[in-house]
C-alpha cells in the first residue's frame, strides 16, 4: 500500500507483510490452501486461493485481520484491482473474467 512494506505469499498459504527498510517480516498470516493472486485494494490487502474463495485482510501495526470472505465458486488463477480500486478481476479455468465488489 505505500513504499515502506511489501508483501509476498506462497502456495503454503503464508502470507507476509515486510518492512522494506528494515529487510524484516512485520506479520504473517495464513490461508487454508495455496494464494494463486495477492494485491493491495485501497488500504485493505487481498488475496486469492485455490479453494475459489477472495480474503480481504486489514492491516494494524502487529497483524492482519481477516475481514471478508468472498466465495467465487471456482478455484481462482488470476486476480487484478480495477485502476479506481472499486472492483476486483478474478480468472479462473473457464477464462471468464469475473468482478467482484469486497465490501
Known amino acids: 500500500a505505500d513504499q515502506s512494506r511489501f508483501v509476498t505469499a506462497d ?4 502470507i507476509k507483510v515486510w518492512d522494506a527498510k528494515a529487510r524484516k517480516v512485520l506479520w504473517t498470516a495464513q490461508q ?3 494464494v494463486s493472486g495477492l494485491t493491495w485494494l485501497g488500504e485493505q490487502l ?3 486461493g ?3 474463495k477472495l480474503r480481504g485482510w486489514a492491516l494494524t501495526p ?3 485481520i481477516l475481514e471478508v470472505t468472498v466465495e467465487t465458486g471456482r478455484p481462482i488463477h488470476g486476480l487484478a ?3 479506481d480500486s472499486s472492483l476486483l478481476a478474478t480468472v479462473s479455468a473457464s477464462r471468464e473474467v469475473e ?3 469486497l465490501k
Not at 502456495?11 to 503464508?14: A, K
Open 11 to 14: 502456495w503454503d498459504g503464508h
Open 32 to 34: 487454508p490452501d495455496g
Open 46 to 48: 487481498v488475496s486469492a
Open 50 to 52: 485455490w479453494d475459489g
Open 62 to 64: 502487529e497483524q492482519a
Open 81 to 83: 484491482v480495477m485502476p
Open 99 to 101: 468482478f467482484w465488489k
